[in-house]
């Protein structure tokens, strides 16, 4: 199972969202676990509770309030076709820190997926 890592950066409040990239046309992921972290900068002092969401086709299928350092993972897996979105967010991650999200995932053609699914 491989792993896909992905960063952004927060905004000056401390918030951030990431996309994952588009799947190509006639693949799909299944998506087994995302992992989150946080990166400050030097000197940024995080005060309060990161918080992590995770949706698909922007509804919510998990959170965590150690968004700097959790993971959601098991099942159901998710299927992340060509035409759908995974996008996670933070909140109170700190100013200009690197947010970072790790995709475990197998890759299949698009409806070859064996694995236990969820949509």
Known sequence: MPDYLQTTNADANGNASLTLHQIASGLEWVIQQVGVAVNPPTGVIISGTI????????QLITSTNQGGRGSAGGQPYYKIGANDSLVVTWQNAGALSQCIATFSYSEHGAGMADAPTQG
């Open 51 to 58: 918080i992590a969401n995770v949706l698909r086709n922007g």
